[in-house]
């Protein structure tokens, strides 16, 4: 995890906080532990982390919650044998609102039409209505260590780190709003978490801490990418990592077939006069010699692919061409 400062509306307390939700939900277990000895030393309460790892199993599940909460267990226990502070915060009390159901279902309701800026009511499975009222926005906010602004941070973080949950994602950001927190500091937040590696839906997560190795900036050939590149080779073949919205010139290859195998995120893969051909994992692209053709990251997610010259005859050469404009971008789909 990178240093982090204090900037735009945020706090480093908040960010380390976030880092821990987000670093909870992808079950990342090893990179949690050095998380939460720096949240504690930014000053997050031992309460704080307690009720924020309790209140995402309701969004990640208990297995990744016990779990988070035993490595910040053995955090404390470190701290404690090296003479490391321990912020304790305030003492955890029972919620009065455990002992009166109905009194936990009508304040459930009421926080949650204020997150989400309007009553819901999920009428196709009432008992899940229910257990989000009553339970969640009832009984689990009724916890006084976090802010309503903080929680919605902590279940944003989470849920950036999760695949497949876009809307409740989008809803959380609309509710963070709603609780408290500046449309700024929600965009920053996000920010802040893809450049850390821990979002999955813009594919940061894989990209900068997956499978694949992210490797050094691609200075070499920056003057040929709009955006940042990154080049990790690996023997016969070179995996480039793209970052949102970065894609090289258009380009053609005279005497050699590249091969592009994408292994992480979404981008493009474009031929001169043709319609754009998406790049998921999986995708395999074999581009003909003497073709102008560009490939790049998606406006909204890293990609990474591999690549490889095949076919290749005496005197190959790259030509590089003028670069893949906004527009031109833009109008990919």
């Known amino acids: ?182 449309p700024e500091a929600v965009d920053e937040l996000c920010r802040w978490l893809s450049g850390q590696g821990l979002t999955a839906a813009d594919g940061a997560a894989a990209a900068l801490n997956g499978a694949w190795p992210q490797g050094q900036p691609n200075t070499a050939y920056e003057q040929y990418f709009t955006g940042n590149s990154y080049l990790a080779p690996m023997g016969a073949v070179t995996n480039v990592t793209f970052e949102p919205g970065c894609r090289n010139n258009w380009h053609i290859h005279h005497g050699a077939v590249q091969v592009l195998i994408c292994v992480s995120g979404r981008g493009w893969y474009q031929e001169w006069g043709k319609p754009a051909v998406a790049l998921v994992p999986g995708v395999v692209i074999a581009i003909p010699a003497e073709v102008k053709h560009w490939h790049g990251a998606a406006r909204d997610s890293w990609m990474q692919h591999l690549t490889y010259m095949t076919d290749v005859h005496d005197g190959s050469s790259n030509e590089w061409l003028e670069p893949v404009d906004d527009t031109t971008y833009a109008a990919v789909k």
């Open 1 to 182: 995890m990178t240093s982090i400062n204090a900037t735009g509306t945020l706090t480093a307390r908040q960010l380390r906080l976030c880092a821990v939700a987000a670093l909870e939900a992808r079950g990342d277990l090893e990179r949690l532990s050095p998380a939460i000895d720096a949240a504690l030393d930014e000053g997050v309460t031992v309460a704080e982390l307690k009720e924020a790892l309790s209140q995402l199993y309701a969004y990640t599940g208990f297995p990744r919650s016990l779990n988070a909460l035993g490595v910040l267990s053995r955090v404390i226990e470190q701290r404690t044998a090296r003479g490391a502070a321990v912020p304790e915060g305030e003492p955890w009390t029972r919620p009065a609102l455990w002992d009166d159901a109905a009194a936990a279902l009508a304040t459930g309701t009421e926080v949650q039409t204020r997150l989400s800026g309007q009553p819901f009511d999920y009428k196709f499975c009432p008992q899940n209505d229910y257990y989000l009222k009553a339970h969640l926005f009832g009984d689990i906010f009724a916890g006084s260590a976090l802010s309503e602004a903080d929680r919605e941070l902590v279940t944003v973080s989470a849920l950036s780190a999760l695949e497949g949950v876009a809307p409740q994602l989008a809803a959380h950001k609309a509710g963070a709003v709603n609780m408290g927190n500046t």
